[in-house]
């Protein structure tokens, strides 16, 4: 998958303000895009598997997720 291909589709975007690390998005996430870090923090370590369901978005119980277009940019750096 192209860096072309990731801007096609809406991906997980964190707001980390408003996460409190609770690892649920990644819970839910049915093809594991979704990993946490050692900390707790979430972030989308393989976007290319991200199926865009939006379950991540509808578990999170701080509203720290929201689907959207990733940034070009953002897309080639690999943290959209």
Do not use: Y
């Not at 964190?14 to 972030?43: L, M, N, Q």
């Amino acid at each position: 998958m192209t860096t072309k291909d990731l801007t096609k589709k809406k991906l997980p975007m964190f707001t980390p303000e408003r996460c409190k690390r609770c690892g649920i998005c990644s819970h839910f996430c049915p093809k594991e895009a979704i990993v946490v870090r050692d900390d707790g923090t979430p972030f989308l370590a393989r976007p290319e598997d991200c199926n865009s369901c939006g379950l991540c978005e509808e578990m999170c119980p701080d509203w720290a997720v929201c689907l959207d277009f990733p940034d070009p940019g953002e897309a080639e750096k690999g943290t959209a």
